[in-house]
């Protein structure tokens, strides 16, 4: 059941799957966790908080290229610092001195970062701190929580597996979230082999009053290091990132998305007796080095310096929060805009005989159709403004009135497939 709305999308899907393992080589982009059929697959272009998909459609989008794009797509200081370093070249034979000031740059502006090592992704960041750790530490033993990339060490936890050695997975403890007695019992139970305890700051759910430091103190306690995976928070709750705002320092951060404004740059930041005992730990890469990535950073940080983009990302991500809840509440819809503004998510639950992913399937189509892409994660950027906000609420009442309906089930036309989930 594919939409004619989007038949040049759904034809280059077809298309991507003849060539491209998986087609979707970012699973989060995968059309089944939208409303396959319903929901575009490729966007062509975009700027600002706008985007235009390839059946040329426009749309106000509110996932931020998936978080990156802090400032906006094609922000004009970040495209003129990237242009400018174009024409000078991207990648040479020896060092190239921008990444001196890049690493100034996040060392006064990130609360741990007395040192940086400088990556691509996200996963090389928790990678190359994990690994940091445990040379740091000579201890084998990870304690994670939450999501940190496509790593061995990472996926060895999940049922998504295939083709990592079982051996990994003994190396890899999992705990729960403002669970800081759990924490604990398994730091007692390995006493003597945990390398580091990594976990986002936060996720969604706020973390519980001194839980943080709890965290920290029983990691150092252990003689553990306390990694935080910023890569999403990161330059996004704070300037100095969730560390920030929280008030609690770790040992080493990882920093990616929102850092290069979409340009793909990872970052590890950490003290500097940890770092510079840690020289000789490998993390080295080609790209590391690209300038335009680290030319789009610096400008990406010196706007987040110069001009109010978290308290914009705030005040955005508050009035829909909010705005969100109290129709999901005057409609009763059973459904959440849930974590902090920065960074939000909406939960669907079953309602009136249909299932939650039918519901959110509907929601996804029906939002997509007025010209707003939600997605899996809601990520506000400093191009979004109030009335984008306003027309985002008008189109979710329009939704909610059809779903209270009390015919239902004649009303809501589930035009593609419902959405699936990740795991
Ligand atoms: C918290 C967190 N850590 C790490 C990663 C991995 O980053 P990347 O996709 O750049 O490898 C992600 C990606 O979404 C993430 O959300």
Known sequence: ???????????MWKDAERYVVPASSLIAKDPHLFTYGAYPIYLAEGNGARVRDVDGHWYTDFQSSLGPA??????????????????????????????????????????????????????????????????????????SCHFHGWHDWYYATTSMNRGIPAS????????????????????????????????????????????????QSLAHRHGALLIFDEVVTGFRFSVGGAQEYFGVTP????????????????????????????????????????????AA?????????????????????????????????????????????????????????RKRLEIKAYFLQESAKRGVLFGNAIFMNYAHTRSDIKKALRICEEIFRTLADAHLGKRLVLEGEPTQELW
């Not at 930041?269 to 993390?283: E, F, L, P, Q, S």
């Open 1 to 11: 059941m594919i939409h004619r709305r989007y038949k040049t999308s759904y034809a």
């Open 70 to 143: 802090i400032l906006g797509i094609a922000y004009p200081a970040v495209d003129a610092a990237v242009m400018r370093q174009l024409h000078h070249g991207v990648l040479f034979s020896l060092l190239h001195p921008l990444q001196n000031d890049l690493a100034k740059i996040v060392c006064d502006l990130v609360p741990c970062a007395e040192r940086v090592r400088i990556f691509k992704t996200g996963s090389d960041a928790t990678t190359g701190a994990v690994r940091i750790a445990r040379a740091c530490t000579g201890r084998d033993m990870i304690v």
């Open 168 to 215: 990994v997975r003994k190396d890899i403890i999992e705990f729960t979230y403002n669970d800081s007695e759990g924490l604990e019992k398994i730091l007692r139970a390995h006493k003597g082999t945990v390398a580091a305890v990594i976990m986002e700051p936060v996720h969604l759910d706020p973390p519980r009053r001194g839980f943080l430091k709890q965290v």
């Open 251 to 294: 040992d080493l951060a990882c920093f990616a998305k929102a850092i290069a404004n979409g340009l793909p740059l990872g970052i590890v930041a950490g003290k500097k007796h940890i770092m510079d005992n840690t020289r000789d730990v490998i993390t080295s890469t080609t790209f590391s080095e690209d300038a335009l990535a680290i």
């Open 297 to 353: 950073a610096i400008a990406t940080l010196k706007e987040l310096r110069r001009r109010p983009v978290i308290a914009h990302i705030w005040r955005m991500g508050a009035e829909f929060q909010n705005g969100f809840n109290a129709l999901a509440t005057q409609y009763a819809i059973p459904v959440v805009c849930a974590g902090f503004p920065p960074r939000l998510e909406l939960s669907f639950s079953d309602y009136r005989g």
